[in-house]
């Protein structure tokens, strides 16, 4: 594999979606996670006899996709279903993210995974450079309530549930704070990326 990896992550809300955006117009593969995970459960997906065989046939919706609303509740509230539901997911989608990142011709591929630090997946030498987009939490907090109708309470439990903020800073190599408008977060971008071409050896 001769392109270099970025691991992009941030919490919900933080517009990591938009920035890998970003930089796949500027010419970067994105390799996205959660993109896979939907074509993996989408009707027809590969994980879907998988899963239907684990959850039963009320673990997919009309479509013969993935119902998303049923197995949220359902693995909310049962850690092992959970990790079973991991347990299929996961194996599938590292090994398509590694195709797709195996078959890139560009100079480095952006691969955004939500929960990288959580699992653990910045350790050791598989990426580059780990990217974070950060934002402050009570602007996480209102962009999530206006994208998904959620309360506050609701916002605050999934936060919860995700590395901190400090953590992810952590973690970080480069940080873009995805705080304005589009604009000043596609300028951002664009001296984040001309840097990584640099660093790249590539202008």
């Given at each position: 594999?001769s ?120 350790r050791?030498?598989h990426?580059w ?56 977060l ?18």
């Amino acid at each position: 594999m001769s392109a270099r990896l970025i691991g992009l992550t941030g919490g919900i809300g933080s517009g990591k979606s938009r920035v890998g955006d970003l930089f796949a117009e500027r010419g970067a593969t994105l390799v996205d996670a959660d993109a896979i995970a939907h074509e993996l459960t989408g009707p027809g997906g590969a994980a879907m006899p998988a899963l239907l065989a684990e959850f039963g046939p009320q673990a997919a919706d009309a479509r013969g996709a993935l119902d998303r609303a049923a197995m949220r509740r359902l693995v909310f509230a049962d850690p092992e279903r959970r990790q079973r539901l991991e347990a299929i997911l996961h194996p599938l989608i590292r090994q398509e993210s590694t195709r797709r990142c195996q078959a890139a011709t560009t100079p480095y591929v952006m691969v955004a995974v939500p929960l990288l630090v959580e699992g653990g997946g910045h350790r050791g030498d598989h990426y580059w450079r780990i990217l974070v987009v950060d934002c402050p939490e009570e602007l996480q907090i209102a962009r999530v309530m206006a994208r998904n109708g959620h309360d506050e309470p609701a916002v605050r439990a999934i936060m919860a549930a995700q590395a901190t903020r400090a953590e992810r800073l952590a973690a970080a190599d480069d940080v873009i704070v995805n705080d304005g408008d589009l604009a000043t977060l596609a300028a951002r971008v664009d001296a984040l990326h001309r840097n990584y071409l640099r660093l790249l050896g590539k202008i």
